[in-house]
């Protein structure tokens, strides 16, 4: 249909222009195509063109050159060899499990994880005849026994949500595999630079099944994207999760795909730097009168400390790598109204969920209500979680130093 006959009729002609610009344009940064329909040069490419395998081009929700260039990156970052690519964090959690489970089957979840992805296991799963059962992933002998025959996925998080106690992933890892259970991170806070989850001892002879990634934190870096990733290495695991992805309808929108392929350049720098600075503001936070317990597991001491250092600590030459959050525990001495004053009366730090974004963040969380079990580590009181932005961290530190003297006095 290139040449078409030439017609007055401008609405037809500004269609079926057929100027193509000179080939040969390079830049920095990839082009963003957009589509829902692709346009096939013949019936015959049309017939033979295969959406699965990234040969070509079938249908904008089965990819464009934009979402492939983003899939690939991401298999980089994470060293994974297949992504797909859906519209948030939460999504990229939904579609494993629903590629992965079926009616009568079970899956294993840490007590400590991600709030929303036990509540779809408690709610939606529940409704398809999906069981589940919550593990405590510090110890890994509630995951053996916890496993049973009708177990299809054991998801893991290191570290813990909000609490940050970071579990002993390679042995997590180790009975899933004994027991022939897959085995699926949620990798937002690794983010793929503080461990390799597809080779965690670094000899390849271990890693994850599945890494879900919530693009929307330090991928995307802004605050202003929603997006997550699902990477797998093994192909079959791949088609069956690709199969759930075509038949939900899942994609991602090519300006968002376009957001966060300019964001992954700087991630590498903006995640150092959200570490540094969350882990000088968490020394600082500890000596703090009204704090009794800092959670960040590159502290000393911090639960699972040797842990977070066996997988992490090897990172940027023996710094080690943590990403840009922090969780303190405020004397249970204190009301809660003390602990909300706090939070309002801080200036830099915003109150918000989500992380990675150059705000930085506050959260008041009341730990009960999460767990099935408080963790026996937590000390009693109030718990705060920030997350640490790009500001300067002498401003953050003089922000925290006033709400403190704001909400609880003296010293
Ligand atoms: C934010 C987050 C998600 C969900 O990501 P959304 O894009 O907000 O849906 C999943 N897991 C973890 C650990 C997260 O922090």
Not at 23 to 29: R, S
Not at 187 to 204: I, M, Q, R, S, V
């Amino acid at each position: 249909m290139q040449d078409t006959t030439p017609t007055p009729n401008m609405a037809t002609r500004l269609i079926h222009h057929g100027y193509q610009p000179p080939a040969g344009f390079e830049a920095p940064m990839p082009g963003i195509h957009k589509a829902s329909t692709v346009i096939f040069p013949d019936v015959a490419a049309m017939r033979r063109r295969e959406w699965k395998d990234k040969s070509g081009y079938t249908y904008g929700l089965h990819g464009t050159p934009t979402t492939f260039t983003l899939e690939e990156r991401l298999c980089a970052l994470e060293g994974g060899r297949h992504c797909v690519l859906v519209p948030s964090g939460l999504a990229a959690l939904a579609t494993v499990a629903l590629a992965l489970l079926r009616q009568g089957g079970e899956v294993l979840i840490p007590d400590n994880a991600y709030g929303p992805n036990k509540a779809m296991a408690a709610g939606l799963l529940a409704q398809y005849g999906v069981r589940h059962a919550f593990y405590d992933a510090m110890d890994p002998a509630s995951l053996a026994a916890a496993i049973t025959p009708a177990t299809r996925l054991v998801w893991l998080e290191a570290p813990g949500s909000v609490t940050l106690e970071f579990p002993d992933l390679p042995e997590l890892v180790r009975i899933c595999r004994a027991r022939g259970v897959t085995a699926a991170l949620d990798n937002t806070w690794g983010a793929g630079l503080a461990f390799a989850p597809f080779d965690l001892l670094g000899d390849g002879s271990l890693g994850v099944d599945v890494s879900a990634h919530a693009l929307t934190k330090y991928p995307s870096g802004g605050g202003d994207v929603l997006m997550g990733s699902i990477v797998t290495r093994d192909a079959a695991l791949h088609l069956r999760i690709q199969n759930a992805h075509m038949h939900l309808g899942l994609g991602v929108g090519a300006n968002d795909a376009e957001a966060v392929l300019r964001a992954l350049p700087s991630m590498a720098l903006r995640y150092a730097a959200h570490d540094r600075a969350a882990r000088t503001l968490a020394h600082w936070m500890q000596q703090q009168a009204p704090v009794v317990q800092v959670l960040h597991p590159a502290l000393e001491g911090a639960p699972g400390h040797a842990h977070w250092q066996a997988l992490c600590g090897a990172a940027r030459d023996g710094e080690g790598a943590a990403a840009g959050l922090f969780s303190v525990v405020f004397d249970a001495a204190c009301s809660q109204a003390q602990v909300d004053r706090f939070c309002d009366s801080l200036r830099l730090f915003r109150i918000g969920y989500s992380w990675g974004g150059p705000m930085s963040l506050v959260v008041p969380y009341e730990i009960a209500s999460m767990r099935r079990q408080v963790p026996a580590h937590l000390r009693p009181g109030h718990v705060v979680r920030f997350s640490i932005g790009l500001e300067g961290v002498d401003d953050l530190r003089a922000d925290l130093q006033q709400a403190l003297h704001q909400a609880f006095g003296g010293a």
